[in-house]
């Protein structure tokens, strides 16, 4: 079956860095891939949806220049959190999708970010 | 806007009884419905999927339903377990366009044994 792989799968770092989580498809081409936020408790809130080769599509509300997205193959796209700070730190998922119309969207597994 | 309500929010069963979730739909072009279940501190997992042609599908202990006309879906577990304990969430989305997904505010189940 489809395959996301997203890492790291926690991360903590100092206010004021910038931190860059991966998502892969390994065994299927993901023409499109779907960054989300989680808060505890929470629904997935889409932030952006990222095409190959094409600028991310973010959603109302989300600060493209803070939440860096490059989706520079079929295989892989990159989320990178700019200058982050405390309240940053959530819970983000990605996922991917081949557009075959046969089957949902795949996740990965998250990655817990702390900015402290 | 899309909007997908959800409910319960929280829901406890005792183990082997039955456990139904819902979910209403707002756009009535969403022509496809998943439902996904997370584990704490993992990605959701697709658990099982109905498309709008479809009125029902079952897979082993899980069935999904779809009124169509009513804008409804239904996640429905039979028999639950411990391990059925996760938050499960329902989604839609049309398969044209940006395949993008509206989510419910999911539901929290809890089996107890």
């Known amino acids: 079956g489809a395959v996301v792989s997203q890492h790291p799968s926690r991360v903590i770092c100092k206010s004021g860095t910038s931190v860059k989580i991966e998502c892969r498809s390994l065994?299927?081409?993901?023409?499109?891939m779907f960054w989300y936020r989680q808060f505890p408790k929470q629904s997935l809130m889409l932030m952006a949806t990222?095409?190959?080769?094409?600028?991310?599509?973010?959603e109302q509300g989300v600060e493209k220049d803070k939440f860096l997205i490059n989706h520079a193959s079929l295989t892989l796209s990159t989320l990178t959190v700019t200058s982050a700070h405390p309240e940053d730190s959530s819970f983000y998922i990605c996922s991917a999708t081949a557009r075959t119309g046969k089957s949902g969207y795949t996740f990965g597994s998250g990655t817990r970010l702390t900015v402290v | 806007g899309e909007n997908v309500e959800q409910h319960p929010s929280t829901l406890s069963v005792q183990e082997g009884d039955s456990a139904v979730i819902k979910c209403t739909y707002s756009d009535s072009a969403s022509n496809y419905f998943p439902w996904y279940k997370q584990e704490l501190g993992k990605g959701p997992q697709l658990i099982i999927d109905?498309?709008?042609?479809?009125g029902e599908k079952k897979d082993q202990r899980i069935a999904v339903t779809l009124n169509k006309t009513a804008k409804h879906f239904s996640l429905h577990i039979t028999e639950t377990q411990p391990e059925d304990s996760a938050v499960y969430f329902c989604a839609a989305s049309k398969t044209s366009g940006t395949y993008k997904y509206i989510f419910g505010t999911g539901t929290r189940l809890k089996v107890l044994a």
């Open positions: 065994d299927f081409q993901a023409t499109t």
């Open positions: 109905i498309r709008s042609n479809v």
């Open positions: 990222s095409n190959e080769g094409s600028k991310a599509t973010y």
